[in-house]
Nanobody, 129 residues
Framework: QVKLVESGGGSVQAGGSLRLACQAS????????IGWFRQVPGKEREGVAA????????YISDSVKGRFTISQDNAKHTLYLQMNSLKPEDTAMYYC??????????????????????WGQGTQVTVSS
């Protein structure tokens, strides 16, 4: 059974940095999309970034492009989200999500919630001005 556990959230001042980590377990091999979503209470969940565990396919939202970087360490089965130049509007619960084993969808890994079958419990990121 696939399990995703996030860590690394916290409180930081605007302009600061945080690195989130997502430990994935239960996959037999590295061939799945995995990514980060975020949600503010009362708003829809937003796709932030995604990557194909087998390499090549990546997605990054325009709202964080140039500030956030998604990466992975396949040996550790860990996904990362490096968040720099944080803004108060980045405050949200951040979730790690992953798809079932298989090739990336047409167009690559993306921000469609319906493409992700497994979700972590989330880690809170709070950015103060």
């Amino acid at each position: 059974q696939v399990k995703l556990v996030e860590s690394g959230g916290g409180s930081v001042q605007a302009g600061g940095s945080l690195r989130l980590a997502c430990q994935a377990s239960g996959y037999r091999y590295n061939a799945y999309c995995i990514g980060w979503f975020r949600q503010v209470p009362g708003k829809e969940r937003e796709g932030v970034a995604a990557i194909y565990s087998g390499g090549d396919s990546t997605y990054i939202s325009d709202s964080v492009k140039g500030r956030f970087t998604i990466s992975q360490d396949n040996a550790k089965h860990t996904l990362y989200l490096q968040m720099n130049s944080l803004k108060p509007e980045d405050t949200a619960m951040y979730y790690c999500a992953a798809d079932r084993l298989g090739p990336p969808p047409v167009g690559g890994c993306n921000s469609r919630e319906s493409d992700y079958s497994y979700w972590g419990q989330g880690t809170q990121v709070t950015v103060s001005s």
